[in-house]
């Protein structure tokens, strides 16, 4: 089985002291190709140099987060531009809409959102998009946008059956995170994952967040790592009903068409 984790936040100062042996963890465990998430200038630099490190088995994305929305200037953007052009970078992002916090304004963020898929259009990258209590705007501005776009996956989908096939009808992807292991509030994206259709289907860990509650024993200090994101093929394969070595055939099959891994 080979899985590849297509957003983990490998450049977390919380991997700092042990990410080599993280990376050890995640190939024993089947999980063979990273794409490492960048959430600002900073990370998304990190996150290239760390991918550059170990070709054919680390990858990044570079963009700004909607909580950093406020620093995206001119100046970052030209740099994201730069990053774009390395070959270790395969997706502009994670950008998007987060209207849940509001860390930066609203206004800033659907401006810093606008200009990363512009870049993406332009340097011809799929794009990889948060979106938290903002669909209908994140939607309008994604329709706008979406001809130009190579391919787009919203990570992390927890939303709603209508929001699912408000995305599909763009022909987007979605990813699944731990979020699903939840016994309480997966339940939604348990159902709702059902209607996806294998080849939009993709996972990833989010580590260190969003650490899957069946994860045993408890990983320290609570952290999620990439080695666990055999949980979440299994949690996503019980939902779909089908065998977990088929979906993580199909999820790894979808990853490396969106990506070009
Ligand atoms: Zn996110």
Same mark, same amino acid.
């Given at each position: 089985?080979?899985?590849?984790?297509?957003?983990?936040?490998? *450049? &977390?100062? !919380? $991997?700092? =002291?042990?990410?080599?042996?993280?990376?050890? %963890?995640? +190939?024993? /465990?089947? @999980?063979?190709?990273?794409?490492?998430?960048?959430?600002?200038?900073?990370?998304?630099?990190?996150?290239?140099?760390?991918?550059?490190?170990?070709?054919?088995?680390?990858?990044?994305?570079?963009?700004?987060?909607?909580?950093?929305?406020?620093?995206?200037?001119?100046?970052?953007?030209?740099?994201?531009?730069?990053?774009?052009?390395?070959?270790?970078?395969?997706?502009?992002?994670?950008?998007?809409?987060?209207?849940?916090?509001?860390?930066?304004?609203?206004?800033?963020?659907?401006?810093?959102?606008?200009?990363?898929?512009?870049?993406?259009?332009?340097?011809?990258?799929?794009?990889?998009?948060?979106?938290?209590? *903002? &669909?209908? !705007? $994140?939607? =309008?501005?994604?329709?706008?946008?979406?001809? %130009?776009? +190579?391919? /787009?996956? @919203?990570?992390?989908?927890?939303?709603?059956?209508?929001?699912?096939?408000?995305?599909?009808?763009?022909?987007?992807?979605?990813?699944?995170?731990?979020?699903?292991?939840?016994?309480?509030?997966?339940?939604?994206?348990?159902?709702?994952?059902?209607?996806?259709?294998?080849?939009?289907?993709?996972?990833?860990?989010?580590?260190?967040?969003?650490?899957?509650?069946?994860?045993?024993?408890?990983?320290?200090?609570?952290?999620?790592?990439?080695?666990?994101?055999?949980?979440?093929?299994?949690?996503?394969?019980?939902?779909?009903?089908?065998?977990?070595?088929?979906?993580?055939?199909?999820?790894?099959?979808?990853?490396? *068409?969106?990506?070009?891994?």
């Amino acid at each position: 089985m080979e899985l590849i984790d297509i957003g983990v936040n490998l *450049a &977390h100062r !919380r $991997f700092d =002291a042990d990410r080599a042996q993280v990376l050890a %963890r995640a +190939r024993a /465990a089947g @999980v063979t190709r990273l794409v490492i998430t960048g959430t600002s200038v900073a990370a998304s630099q990190a996150a290239a140099a760390l991918a550059r490190e170990r070709p054919g088995e680390l990858w990044s994305t570079a963009g700004i987060h909607p909580h950093d929305a406020r620093h995206a200037s001119a100046e970052a953007l030209a740099q994201l531009r730069t990053l774009a052009g390395a070959p270790e970078v395969k997706a502009i992002g994670e950008c998007g809409l987060d209207f849940d916090r509001n860390f930066s304004p609203p206004a800033d963020q659907e401006r810093a959102f606008e200009a990363q898929l512009e870049l993406a259009a332009e340097v011809g990258l799929p794009v990889f998009l948060h979106e938290r209590s *903002a &669909h209908e !705007r $994140f939607l =309008a501005i994604l329709r706008n946008a979406r001809p %130009r776009l +190579r391919g /787009a996956v @919203v990570h992390c989908f927890t939303g709603s059956a209508a929001e699912r096939d408000a995305y599909l009808a763009l022909d987007l992807h979605l990813g699944i995170t731990g979020w699903i292991n939840d016994d309480r509030r997966g339940l939604g994206v348990r159902q709702v994952v059902q209607g996806v259709p294998a080849e939009r289907l993709m996972i990833e860990t989010d580590a260190p967040f969003l650490t899957p509650h069946d994860a045993r024993p408890r990983p320290a200090g609570g952290r999620n790592e990439p080695a666990l994101l055999p949980l979440v093929l299994a949690a996503v394969a019980r939902a779909v009903g089908r065998p977990a070595a088929q979906v993580a055939e199909e999820t790894t099959r979808a990853a490396r *068409a969106f990506f070009g891994l």
